[in-house]
T-cell receptor, first 113, second 113 residues
Framework: GENVEQHPSTLSVQEGDSAVIKCTYSDSASNYFPWYKQELGKGPQLIIDIRSNVGEKKDQRIAVTLNKTAKHFSLHITETQPEDSAVYFC????????????FGSGTKLNVKP | ETGVTQSPTHLIKTRGQQVTLRCSSQSGHNTVSWYQQALGQGPQFIFQ???????GRGNFPPRFSGLQFPNYSSELNVNALELDDSALYLC????????????FGQGTRLTVV
């Protein structure tokens, strides 16, 4: 089965700095890679996703890059704000089933004001 | 808010008991997946239901079972509870054929004592 590894487990940045979280996956058939933000006491919320036919996607301060050859993808957050503090999860799935995910272990992001 | 609701929000059970958790899907979604999230870990896929049929299962024993109803709401049942079953249980709904994003509920925190 698929194995998704995520690094770092914790990340502390100063407000305004950039944050980068990296994930690797093992199954070359995986073709959909979402990133979820989970705040305390809430369920995961999709913040950005990328499909395997695209190398990069950007949405305002958030971007995701995908390297299919190396089987890794990364989340980039620029101009971080205190409200970005949360736990971030990467995930992978395959086929057209975008609700059968293998998740990474999570990164706790702390943005210091 | 995602439109996916789970009940109850918190639950305490004794080892050996049985528990039923409920999930109401977002309107228009015909697929529900259940995930188990242990403290400090990423969610793990338990199983998925599509149009009232099981559509894939993760590495969980048969004492984890589920149902999906004609209105696409769903139940997760766990028999013979063990201490390690203590976790946040998440459901996520989606439209399988539309290959759209999955929306998560806020979860049910189950504590087994």
């Amino acid at each position: 089965g698929e194995n998704v590894e995520q690094h770092p487990s914790t990340l502390s940045v100063q407000e305004g700095d950039s944050a980068v979280i990296k994930c690797t996956y093992s199954d070359s058939a995986s073709n959909y890679f979402p990133w979820y933000k989970q705040e305390l006491g809430k369920g995961p919320q999709l913040i950005i996703d990328i499909r395997s036919n695209v190398g990069e996607k950007k949405d305002q301060r958030i971007a995701v890059t995908l390297n299919k050859t190396a089987k890794h993808f990364s989340l980039h957050i620029t101009e971080t704000q205190p409200e970005d503090s949360a736990v971030y999860f990467c995930a992978a799935s395959k086929g057209n089933n975008f609700n059968k995910f293998y998740f990474g272990s999570g990164t706790k992001l702390n943005v210091k004001p | 808010e995602t439109g996916v609701t789970q009940s109850p929000t918190h639950l305490i059970k004794t080892r050996g008991q049985q528990v039923t958790l409920r999930c109401s899907s977002q309107s228009g979604h015909n697929t529900v997946s259940w995930y188990q999230q242990a403290l400090g870990q990423g969610p793990q896929f338990i199983f998925q239901y599509y149009r009232e049929e099981e559509n894939g299962r993760g590495n969980f024993p048969p004492r984890f079972s589920g149902l999906q109803f004609p209105n696409y709401s769903s139940e997760l049942n766990v028999n013979a509870l063990e201490l390690d079953d203590s976790a946040l249980y998440l459901c996520a709904s989606s439209e399988l054929q539309g290959a759209t994003e999955a929306f998560f509920g806020q979860g049910t925190r189950l504590t087994v004592v």
